[in-house]
């Protein structure tokens, strides 16, 4: 399964190395510019273990993810579109790991092709500082379409199945 992190930070590295190594799991993080050079060169330092991360960059020719997660500042969020246009295909799940509930709104009208999930983080304690996260508890992803009634959609039981594979609390 390819799945792709754009926003490397607090919360996007904090879940983003569960994915590092998962057998079946292909992880990409789309990083640009400085960005993208200092993951490169510095990988990321999450609870005291340093990680080298697979990162990409907005131009590299990709095949489309099967599930995008989206951790970025609101202010990054346009950018962050056209960065990750070329990981959205046709049937991509987009997951927003930011807070607030617009950034749906315009990630699905960005990417019409894509299933966009309701989401939000909560009971997560991470903070960064330069490239290392630290938290006690990464708390739980809540997700879902917006009527969230079982039987569930194919992308919510993705969703649900990939992180229960690699160890995150979803609901």
């Not at 960005?35 to 060169?41: G, K, N, T």
Request: charged letters at 20%; hydrophobic letters at 45%; a negative charge.
């Amino acid at each position: 399964m390819k799945v792709s992190f754009i926003g490397f930070g607090a919360v996007g590295a904090g879940y983003g190395v569960k994915f590092l190594d998962v057998p079946g799991v292909e992880l990409r993080v789309v990083a640009a510019g400085v960005r993208a050079e200092r993951l490169m060169r510095d990988g990321v330092v999450v609870g005291g273990e340093r990680f080298e991360v697979p990162v990409v960059t907005p131009d590299e020719p990709m095949e489309p993810a099967d599930v995008v997660f989206v951790a970025v500042k609101y202010s990054g969020l346009a950018q962050a579109i056209e960065d990750i246009r070329g990981h959205v295909g046709q049937g991509t799940v987009i997951v927003s790991l930011m807070n607030g509930v617009t950034s749906e709104q315009t990630l699905a009208q960005a990417f019409p092709q894509a299933r966009v999930l309701y989401a939000f983080t909560v009971q997560i304690d991470t903070n960064r500082v330069d490239n290392r996260v630290e938290y006690t508890t990464l708390g739980r992803i809540v997700f879902g379409e917006a009527l969230n009634e079982a039987p569930y959609s194919d992308a919510v039981r993705l969703v649900d199945e990939l992180l229960a594979g690699v160890g995150i609390e979803g609901e």
